[in-house]
């Protein structure tokens, strides 16, 4: 008798343990995102992301003026670090 028990209890126990594996598959197998598992990253077609690019790319470009300023920034840090430039031997 207490050998059906225990087959009985092993069946149920059996049967609790399975419970998950068989919800994830009733739902298509699709792993959910959970504590401590990253989302898998979304697919974007390759047409929009050129367009993205194109578009950081636009706006990561300077205006005329910037170009200048930033030209004029650098001969002027670069007379500071590096002093007055000298005059070429070389040319007459």
């Known amino acids: 008798m207490p050998v059906k028990i225990l087959i009985a209890f092993a069946v149920v126990l059996i049967a609790l343990v399975s419970l998950p594996?068989?919800?994830q598959?009733?739902?298509g197998g699709a792993r959910q995102a959970g504590p401590g598992r990253p989302t898998p990253p979304q697919q974007v077609p390759a047409r929009d992301m050129r367009q993205q690019q194109r578009d950081?790319?636009?706006e990561a470009r300077?205006?005329?003026e910037?170009?200048?300023q930033l030209r004029q920034?650098?001969?002027e840090h670069g007379?500071?670090?590096y002093g007055a430039p000298?005059?070429?031997p070389n040319q007459r």
Do not use: G
């Open 66 to 68: 910037q170009r200048r």
């Open 25 to 27: 598959h009733a739902h």
């Open 86 to 88: 000298r005059p070429n």
């Open 79 to 81: 007379r500071d670090i």
């Open 21 to 23: 594996a068989s919800a």
């Open 56 to 58: 950081a790319n636009r």
């Open 73 to 75: 920034d650098v001969v």
């Open 62 to 64: 300077l205006t005329p």
